[in-house]
T-cell receptor, first 112, second 119 residues
Framework: DGGITQSPKYLFRKEGQNVTLSCEQNLNHDAMYWYRQDPGQGLRLIYYSQIVNDFQKGDIAEGYSVSREKKESFPLTVTSAQKNPTAFYLC???????????FGPGTRLTVL | AQTVTQSQPEMSVQEAETVTLSCTYDTSENNYYLFWYKQPPSRQMILVIRQEAYKQQNATENRFSVNFQKAAKSFSLKISDSQLGDTAMYFCAFMKHRAGNFGNEKLTFGTGTRLTIIP
């Protein structure tokens, strides 16, 4: 089945550790996005990538890093510099020429 | 910068009734897209419906329809014959559009409306 997968579903991190969230899609979409969702707020854009080996910062990129070495994959690293990383993280992708973004199932990150 | 406002934090309605969720937005753009996404308890974001600003006709998808008022910058979602499976958070989202290019356009979301369908 075509779709977007995110792993793990739940992730726990100790303070001071870096963690990487996985996002994979087999929809042949060029563009991919990472959003953060906090209680009582809508989604906020962290990073996005239009094509392989290219990505841009979104509204809240501080403390995060990404890579786009393959079209199918767009991993997000939450670094120790991110002051309040506990949140729900959603990955999305979009086909070229389409304005619609489709979302993965999300990863819940909790800092202990 | 664009803003999206959903003024109803929570709503509830009896099963089989009709409910309307409100959304207003602020933009100086003339070309854009508007979306309604649904987030059930599983937290997966699911596209419900989308509207292109250049289209005067309101979009419909089965039991879901929108009332798009471009001059008033209003984009409400109507759910007819509501079902228990419609219980979810509903987010309104905006994306500006340069003709033929979606390259660096991002979605701007409202804060959501929590809809509960009562059996």
């Amino acid at each position: 089945d075509g779709g977007i997968t995110q792993s793990p579903k739940y992730l726990f991190r100790k303070e001071g550790q870096n963690v990487t969230l996985s996002c994979e899609q087999n929809l042949n979409h060029d563009a991919m996005y990472w959003y953060r969702q906090d209680p009582g707020q809508g989604l906020r854009l962290i990073y996005y990538s239009q094509i392989v080996n290219d990505f841009q910062k979104g509204d809240i990129a501080e403390g995060y890093s990404v890579s786009r070495e393959k079209k199918e994959s767009f991993p997000l690293t939450v670094t120790s510099a991110q002051k309040n990383p506990t949140a729900f993280y959603l990955c999305a992708s979009r086909a070229t020429g389409s304005g619609t973004q489709y979302f993965g199932p999300g990863t819940r990150l909790t800092v202990l | 910068a664009q803003t999206v406002t959903q003024s109803q934090p929570e709503m509830s309605v009896q099963e089989a009734e009709t409910v309307t969720l409100s959304c207003t937005y602020d933009t100086s753009e003339n070309n854009y897209y508007l979306f309604w996404y649904k987030q059930p308890p599983s937290r997966q974001m699911i596209l419900v419906i989308r509207q292109e600003a250049y289209k005067q006709q309101n979009a419909t998808e089965n039991r879901f329809s929108v009332n798009f008022q471009k001059a008033a910058k209003s984009f409400s979602l109507k759910i007819s014959d509501s079902q228990l499976g419609d219980t979810a958070m509903y987010f309104c989202a905006f994306m500006k559009h340069r003709a033929g290019n979606f390259g660096n356009e991002k979605l701007t979301f409202g804060t959501g409306t929590r809809l509960t369908i009562i059996p």
